[in-house]
């Protein structure tokens, strides 16, 4: 069976059951990350001798674990959570240009030799946000604020960038804010966000860990701030562990229309799956076996 966690040099790392293998890396993925659930659906599905593991990946040890799954043809590709999703990028061999230019990867697949880099998190995020507001048209119109730019944050924020009226980006280090603001030709805000910005706008996206069952307590935003919303405002939480954060729950207790990121989860991994084992099945068909998963 595969160990889960590297805490040291590996002469022998990988020993499984199966013909191929993929993996999800990140700090603890073996606590609950839903991707070798979806996967293995997938797999399952596809016919395919193959297994998504857990792999807890030190920060310490990334390089030394990249290196280990480079060389065993049997790695496929894979998944990346936090906190790697931005430092892995400098152990693979080349990025797809989208997630180059958002500066994150979330997922892994292999080339040949090679493995690559993709990020799946922002369509898969805009497919349900879009769903949420009543579709492309009506996201266009859309004031957008997105609070937290870790890899995901980012990623949101490069989809949502071109398919919303205006884009608000608010970090905690604001340096972070001001810097993704100008390459996505958006608007930084302080964060915690004052009521006055609150009032312009009538999308509210949550991409930091804060109400995750493994993260910080409570919410990014007050309920009493969210009264500040307009009447017919929306919130999207990535956050998907629990699927009602105190966010989501505050933002309903007021009326407002809301949504989980269990579905952006699903939709990753979808495009994520199909990136890894293109000849496998088509997209409608591996989703249809994870979300029956």
Known sequence: MMRDSFDGPIDNPISITTERYAAILGANPSKGA??????????AAAGIDAVMHPMDTTVENLSTVIAALKADRRYLGGAVTMPHKQAIAAHLDRLEPEAARIGAVNA?????????GANTDGAGALAQIEELVGGANALATKRALLIGLGGAGIAVAAYLAGHVASLMLA?????????VAARLSSTAVDYPVSRRVL????LLVNATTIGHQDGLQGS????????????GAVVYDIIYQPRETPLLRAAAARGLAVRDGLGMNLDQAVIAFVKANPAALDMDAVRAAMLAA
């Open 171 to 179: 970090n905690r280090t604001r340096s972070v804010a001001d810097e």
């Open 34 to 43: 839903r991707s070798p659930l979806l996967w293995n659906a997938g797999f």
């Open 108 to 116: 892994i697949y292999r080339d040949g030799d090679a493995l690559v």
């Open 220 to 231: 990014p935003v007050s309920a009493d701030d969210l009264g500040a919303l307009p009447v």
């Open 199 to 202: 009032e312009t706008i009538d």
